[in-house]
């Protein structure tokens, strides 16, 4: 493998979620320890820097506190979320001047500061962009290494089998949940709603679920003042690959409300979201969408809609709705992800110096093997397969039974 001193980009974007800054550190730290000659910069904010010519230089400062930054959520040098491709949006936005192209600013900004490899940590948008601009800048002769890294706390990145940050996300998804569901005593017939990220994927909500039910099996109860693991229990778990008969399920939710006085559901963001779509459309609402076209979720509330169809078929006298969201996916890392996104940057930089360019994860198409996955090849929205047996138990154990799948396993 050549030895050639090189200058190395790093950028982070989209959404948060608990891997970003862990990254950056390991990418920091084994360049220097691999490459200590090589030059390093971070685009701050993304794409948006890298459009206007905004980095930090990695100083021999930085690269000596590099392994702190494995104790941080979110990014410590900043996301945005820019396609390059967008040419309206980033007029719009003041990165680019009328007339210009975002690929074109992009790469000329990549070429004035010398830039041979540029890794790009984020989901498939991200990634996708890194494709397109490291095929523009093939058609103009200009080598530009790219290698991704799949950040994504759905987990749903075509053909990943696990992306940096889920793990973590689902565990304080659980956490957070823990301390909310205590307000199951705040009233008569309570309803709990735990929204939980996930446009098109349930993994998320799943796992986060699996999660919080392992945490209940260290409690001690106290039944004779109704302190159950039922009551804290979830009682039922919506994600989008499996369709929803509402009025069946509020029938075997208002029984457990009669007999217990409260429930607990969890939901995806994305789950039912065609028909909240579509009601909205039909009552002439607009629906904000991003610079990638995807639906502002925020600014719908599918966990308000999911909560207002049960309450009144439940009886609940009060509806709690909680989203851990933004809890989630800001978390440091774990030591599980931890791992995980070690050994994905180590790939990284063998590939950096070997001249591979691609995104770093296990290959569910190729055994599951750790490589550079060919950008083509990434998508996003892989459904969450609900036929898993551990979906299943966990179904099982919440008495929920399995309903008619509307996705299947890509």
């Not at 992306?163 to 973590?168: E, F, I, V």
Request: hydrophobic share 40%.
């Amino acid at each position: 493998m050549s030895q050639t001193k090189k200058k190395v980009a790093i950028l982070t974007a989209g959404g948060h979620a608990p891997c970003l800054s862990a990254a950056t550190g390991q990418l920091i730290l084994h360049y220097t320890q691999q490459c200590p000659d090589w030059e390093i910069i971070c685009y701050r904010s993304g794409y948006k820097g890298l459009l206007l010519g905004d980095s930090y230089k990695v100083t021999p400062e930085v690269r000596a506190q590099a392994a702190v930054l494995k104790t941080y959520g979110g990014s410590v040098i900043g996301n945005s979320r820019v396609k390059l491709t967008n040419v309206k949006d980033a007029v719009k936005r003041g990165l680019i001047q009328e007339g210009q192209h975002p690929l074109e600013v992009a790469a000329a900004q990549l070429e004035k500061d010398g830039i041979d490899i540029l890794h790009t940590i984020g989901g498939d948008d991200t990634n996708t962009t890194a494709a397109d601009l490291a095929a523009h800048l093939q058609k103009h002769n200009y080598k530009l290494n790219v290698i991704g890294l799949p950040k994504t706390i759905d987990n749903d990145i075509i053909p990943i089998r696990q992306s940096l940050g889920a793990d973590t996300a689902a565990e304080q998804g659980a956490k957070f949940f823990s301390n909310v569901v205590t307000e199951l005593g705040a009233s008569g017939r309570m309803l709990i709603v735990h929204e939980v990220m996930g446009r098109n994927c349930g993994w998320l909500t799943a796992a986060t679920a699996r999660e919080y039910q392992k945490s209940l099996a260290a409690r001690a109860w106290v039944p004779g003042l109704g302190v159950t693991k039922q009551r804290y229990s979830v009682h039922g778990i919506y994600v989008p690959e499996m369709a929803l008969d509402i009025a069946s399920e509020a029938k075997r939710l208002k029984a457990l409300m009669d007999a217990q006085g409260n429930i607990n559901i969890f939901i995806s963001e994305g789950a039912g979201l065609e028909e909240i779509i579509a009601e909205l459309t039909a009552s002439g609402k607009e629906v904000a969408r991003d610079a990638f076209g995807h639906v502002r979720l925020d600014t719908i509330n599918p966990g308000k809609w999911f909560a207002e169809q049960f309450a009144k078929l439940i009886g609940a006298e009060k509806v709690l709705v909680q989203k851990s969201g933004y809890f989630a996916r800001s978390a440091p890392c774990n030591d599980a992800d931890f791992q995980l996104i070690d050994a994905c940057v180590l790939k990284a930089i063998e590939c950096a110096r070997s001249g591979v360019t691609g995104l770093i994860g296990h290959d569910e198409e190729r055994g599951n093997e750790l490589r550079a996955i060919e950008f083509p090849r990434i998508k996003g929205g892989k459904a969450f397969d609900v036929t898993q047996p551990w979906f299943q138990d966990l179904l099982k154990e919440i008495g929920q039974p399995m309903t008619k799948v509307v996705h299947v396993k890509h």
